[in-house]
């Protein structure tokens, strides 16, 4: 089945700083590739996502970037603020769309 | 447009009794999925459901655990004598379509089993 591993574990910038998270994927049929947010204690929220047609994307201060043939993707945070401190998880679905695989989750702490 | 809903947000539970966790999906959402998050750990997968079936039912433990999603009515994840090990953060979320794309998260419900 599809593993995912995800680096850093943790995460410490300073406000203003650009925070970045890779992860990989073994499951190479895997074709879409969403981002979580979760602050403690609440749901995780969808931020972005991408499928594997594009290579890049970008909403405002987050960008994703997929390499298909080394089967990694990254998750880029420019300008960061207090607020973007939270746990961030990537995962990616199987081409079925049954289901998806997390990474382990990246701490980030962004001090002002 | 209401999000996706979960009941109860906390549930505490003696070993060996049952719990039982419901979730509606968001209007017009039919594919329902089930993950359940140790503490400091990731989500893990449990089954998808669509209504009245289940298509992938790979993440499930094999005994105790069991999921229906009816026609009518919430999702219902079923665990029966638990034990301290099921302890967790269960999450369901829902999609629109099947065949992949975005799916979104229910607050979840905390188990806690003493």
């Known amino acids: 089945g599809e593993n995912v591993e995800q680096h850093p574990s943790t995460l410490s910038v300073q406000e203003g700083d650009s925070a970045v998270i890779k992860c990989t994927y073994s499951?190479?049929?895997?074709?879409?590739f969403p981002w979580y947010k979760q602050e403690l204690g609440k749901r995780p929220q969808l931020i972005i996502d991408?499928?594997?047609?594009?290579g890049e994307k970008k909403d405002q201060r987050i960008a994703v970037t997929l390499n298909k043939t080394a089967k990694h993707f990254s998750l880029h945070i420019t300008e960061t603020q207090p607020e973007d401190s939270a746990v961030y998880f990537c995962?990616?679905?199987?081409?079925?769309?049954?289901?998806?695989?997390f990474g382990g989750g990246t701490r980030v702490l962004v001090k002002p | 447009n209401a999000g996706v809903m979960q009941n109860p947000r906390h549930l505490v539970r003696r070993r060996g009794q049952e719990a039982r966790l419901r979730c509606s999906p968001m209007?017009?959402?039919?594919?329902v999925y089930w993950y359940r998050q140790l503490p400091e750990e990731g989500l893990k997968f449990m089954v998808y459901?669509?209504?009245?079936?289940?298509?992938?039912e790979s993440g499930m433990p094999k005994e105790r655990f069991s999921a229906e999603f009816p026609k009518e009515g919430p999702s219902i994840l079923r665990i029966q004598q638990v034990v301290r090990g099921d302890s967790a953060a269960y999450f369901c979320?829902?999609?629109?379509?099947?065949?992949?794309?975005?799916?979104?998260f229910g607050p979840g419900t905390r188990l806690t089993v003493t």
């Open positions: 979320a829902s999609s629109p379509r099947a065949g992949g794309g975005e799916q979104y």
């Open positions: 499951d190479s049929a895997s074709n879409y």
């Open positions: 991408i499928r594997s047609n594009v």
């Open positions: 995962a990616a679905q199987d081409a079925a769309g049954n289901k998806l695989t």
């Open positions: 209007k017009g959402h039919s594919h």
């Open positions: 459901l669509q209504k009245e079936n289940i298509i992938d």
